[in-house]
């Protein structure tokens, strides 16, 4: 158990509609991770957020946004879904930067 | 940006043998390589981690190496396990401000006993 707790496990969902999905971070990390991982591909980083702050963005779709709330949780919100959409989104956190990251088991994000 | 590659793609061992993934970075900034195995449903669990000021890193059967000249790090895996079978990721991180870890496409190894 990485300490990272992600919810839901699965969503199903119809495009055009709207998903929030959450991330609980390991107890005293302040960085929370988003990334999305697409059939047989690796990890793509969406964006990043430093205790409560963007600290920076990878390949996030303008549909797609994120926020990191005072508790450091976080929750990644995205609109106007497509069925390019369906994916795993995982979310990771970590103390600071510089340290080890750490993984949740991911939500995985079906567009019917 | 950075750019990881990793080979192959799958990867067949039988049980004690030793399995043995590359990958191989184009940012020479990056001083931070971590691997992460990915079971089935689960996340991304890290199992061993290097930074560029080390060449070599070992954790009971897992080691990591790493050539900053020619930019590839490996990970080798020795007496591998039927519990070892997983996606494994290699990712390289250039800690200037912006943390975030540039992952390869992942290897799939398969550990027949």
């Known amino acids: 158990d990485s300490g990272v707790t992600q919810t839901p496990k699965h969503l199903i969902t119809a495009t055009g509609q709207r998903v929030t999905l959450r991330c609980s971070p390991r107890?005293?990390?302040?960085?929370v991770y988003w990334y999305q991982q697409s059939l047989d591909q690796g990890l793509q980083f969406l964006i990043q957020y430093y205790n409560g702050e963007e600290r920076a963005k990878g390949n996030i779709l303008e549909r797609f946004s994120a926020q990191q709330f005072p508790d450091l949780h976080s929750e990644l919100n995205l609109s106007s879904l497509e069925l390019g959409d369906s994916a795993l989104y995982f979310c990771?956190?970590?103390?600071?930067?510089?340290?080890?990251?750490?993984f949740g088991d991911g939500t995985r994000l079906s567009i019917l | 940006g950075e750019n990881v590659e990793q080979h192959p793609s799958t990867l067949s061992v039988q049980e004690g043998d030793s399995a043995v993934i590359k990958c191989t970075y184009s940012?020479?900034?990056?001083?931070?390589f971590p691997w992460y195995k990915q079971e089935l449903g689960k996340g991304s669990q890290l199992i061993i981690d290097?930074?560029?000021?080390?060449g070599e890193k070992k954790d009971q059967r897992i080691a990591v190496t790493l050539n900053k000249t020619a930019k590839h790090f490996s990970l080798h895996i020795t007496e591998t396990q039927p519990e070892d079978s997983a996606v494994y990721f290699c990712a390289a991180l250039v800690q200037t401000g912006a943390n975030n870890l540039f992952f390869g496409t992942g290897t799939r190894l398969t550990v027949i006993p």
């Open positions: 990771a956190s970590s103390v600071g930067g510089e340290e080890p990251q750490h």
């Open positions: 290097i930074r560029s000021n080390v």
């Open positions: 107890s005293g990390d302040l960085s």
């Open positions: 940012d020479s900034a990056s001083n931070y």
